[in-house]
């Protein structure tokens, strides 16, 4: 069964600070992964795509990494902003299926 | 703002009542999609359609009854419903429904739907 797996499930950091925010799936054949940010009352917005080949990928201060082999993502959100405040979704889709796999998310909230 | 719009934003209905979800997207694109997000779980899948045909319907149950009358419009029409329906409805669109590296879902801000 394709899974998406985030932790941690909540997280609270001061401004100015940095966090990494981690993604293991199950989902096979893999063929790409996303995370979006969804801001409370607003749908998800795509920050970042990774396919099979790409370890790393930057969006500004966000950087997300794959490791293929362990099946595992993260986001790292550098210099923290209180706009960062929001859940973060990790999505992966299999093989040549149309269908995502939608993980829990992670709450962050950043404080003063 | 991502170029879909949901209406109504916020909606509280009755049990017994009959409402109706709508989606518009002005990107041009041919797929569209409804999802139900509730707390503490991932996006569910609901409804796909594809140049106007439904092509996937993720076993929701039938008080739930979508319409597409064009690529850039959906509906989802609401009767008899429970309070375990009460969740933000997301809807998307992409460009189709092959899923490909870049053809990614932009999402609609929801309509946050409570049922009493």
């Known amino acids: 069964k394709n899974q998406v797996e985030q932790s941690p499930q909540s997280l609270i950091i001061l401004e100015g600070k940095n966090c990494t925010l981690q993604c293991n799936y199950t989902v096979s054949p893999f063929s790409n992964l996303r995370w979006y940010k969804q801001d409370t009352g607003r749908g998800p917005v795509s920050l970042t795509i990774m396919t099979f080949s790409e370890n790393t990928k930057s969006n500004g201060r966000y950087t997300a990494t794959l490791d293929a082999d362990t099946k595992q993502s993260s986001l790292h959100i550098t210099a923290s902003q209180l706009s960062d405040s929001a859940s973060y979704i990790c999505?992966?889709?299999?093989?040549?299926?149309?269908?995502?796999?939608f993980g829990t998310g992670t709450r962050l909230q950043v404080t003063l | 703002e991502t170029g879909v719009t949901q209406t109504p934003r916020h909606l509280v209905m009755g049990m017994t009542n009959k409402k109706s979800l709508k989606c518009e997207q002005h990107?041009?694109?041919?797929?569209m999609y409804w999802y139900k997000q509730s707390a503490k779980k991932p996006l569910e899948l609901m409804f796909v359609y594809n140049f106007k045909e439904q092509t996937e319907n993720n076993s929701v149950p039938s008080r739930f009854s979508p319409e597409c009358p064009n690529s850039s419009h959906l509906f989802l029409h609401l009767h008899t419903l429970q309070p375990e329906d009460s969740a933000l409805y997301l809807c998307?669109?992409?460009?189709?429904?092959?899923?490909?590296?870049?053809?990614?879902?932009?999402f609609g801000p929801g309509t946050r739907l409570t049922v009493l």
């Open positions: 998307a669109s992409s460009q189709d429904s092959s899923g490909g590296a870049h053809n990614e879902q932009f």
């Open positions: 999505v992966v889709k299999a093989g040549t299926a149309s269908k995502l796999t």
């Open positions: 990107l041009g694109h041919n797929a």
